[in-house]
């Protein structure tokens, strides 16, 4: 009995140890002094969410890739802001346009990956950004994206990138488009252990669920908390439980003071989504450290 106490406590604190260590060793790795961030890879130039917009942002010298993630029926991590195929810009695997009443019988945690990636979602022209450049392209997987990126990055010899990933779920969701906030988190980060890139990583979420869970879990990971309401940043951060390493407002909820707060906290503030040279001018005479745009060559020379 006593021996397999003894060996209970060894495990504990080998497992504490290696949290601690990894911990550390992301605290290492500088974070940049103004974070320059594409929303889903820059959707104002390319098909948002895809391998080819998070190239073209790491050639125009963005510091993260923002992305959204969603779990497809098979339990892998694919790239998309929407829980079903996006009628606006998606067409059918045959090329036809999807009526959008069709749209949720194609809701993504229903459908396994192979069926998924058959779908276009950038030859549509899509009116909301009409510069964006058309091109057949898939919704990736978390893991393949990370392959192009990391290959992209060596070959290239381009800055590592920061990766600020999404979780998309809502406890209103949860088992119907999402799964529960344990299971999500268990998903992407064995893709993000895997590809040895916790490093490099922020997740960030609505759900003040999913970031819970990762503070709890992997407390290395640094986490970022995405706000559209009007409470205070102290009753935000009340209902959290735990200061994130980000605090990312809308933008339109932002000011001076908002950032002062954060700053007095040690947290970062970065707004999103900011698609005007005056906005993202306005942005930083408040002080925060970085911007989400959809149009990341306005934030880089």
Known sequence: MKKSLYVALIAVLIITAC??????????ISFPVFDTEAHRGGRGLMPENTIPAMLNAIDLGISTLEMDTHIS??????????EFVNPLFSLSP???????ADAPKFALYKMKYADIEKFDVGSKYYSTFPQQKKMKVSMPLLSDLID????????????QVFYNIETKCTEKDDNIYNPVPETF??????VIEKKKISQWVVIQSFDKRTLQVLNKKYPHI????????KMTVAENLTDLGFTPFIYSPNSKLLNAQ???????????????TVNTKEEIAQIKAMGADGIISDYPGLLTP
């Open 19 to 28: 949290k601690t260590r990894m911990a550390e060793n992301n605290k290492k």
């Open 73 to 82: 029926a098979d339990g892998l991590v694919v790239l998309s802001h929407d």
């Open 94 to 100: 045959d090329g036809k346009e999807i009526p959008p």
């Open 222 to 229: 640094r986490t970022s908390y995405l706000i559209q309401n």
């Open 148 to 159: 192009h990126v990391q290959a992209y990055i060596k070959s290239s010899g381009k800055p």
């Open 258 to 272: 908002l950032v002062k707060e954060c700053h007095e906290k040690g947290i970062k503030v970065v707004p999103w």
């Open 185 to 190: 988190v268990k998903l992407l980060m064995d």
